[in-house]
């Protein structure tokens, strides 16, 4: 009878195929066989701890490998970021946090107009200055005196 596919195993390794045989013990040791229990387990992330100064951090903190580790410290003002650098040394890296910017306050419209208008009024101002005094040349109407008769 067939095997339906909720019986066969939906995740695995060699263990799972047919026809897979373990390697014998004699054959592990033969071809340098480690077992991945063995291995060394390496949990990622990020490495450090909370500091209250920067001598409080040990030589041992400082991961080998090359990455960072990063230490904020306890009062908020800074993290301290130290690794090993390739010729043995380490380098440490001091971060401050920046300032927030504070949005610009928005003028008051009232005052903007007021602001354009006085600017206007200005430059209306500076134009009469420049131009020559006018004659005026207007005629002014002459007035007639309406007379009345008794003439009906």
Known sequence: MP????????????????GYQPP??????????????????????????VVSSLDEIQVQE???DGTVAWFPSA????????????????????????AADTAPS?????????DRISELFQLVEEIKDDMPMMVETRRTPTKRK??????E
């Open 146 to 151: 309406v007379v009345k008769t008794d003439a």
């Open 3 to 18: 095997m339906s596919p909720y019986q066969y195993p939906q995740f695995g390794g060699p263990a799972y195929m047919p």
């Open 106 to 114: 928005q003028p008051d419209p009232f005052q903007v107009i007021n």
């Open 75 to 98: 009062d908020g003002t800074c993290v301290y970021g130290r690794r090993w650098t390739p010729d043995g040394n380490i380098t440490t890296m001091r971060f401050v946090p920046e």
């Open 24 to 49: 014998t013990m004699q054959q592990m040791v033969s071809q340098g066989y480690q077992s991945p229990g063995l291995q060394p387990h390496v949990q990622p992330g990020i490495t450090g701890r």
């Open 62 to 64: 400082v991961p080998t």
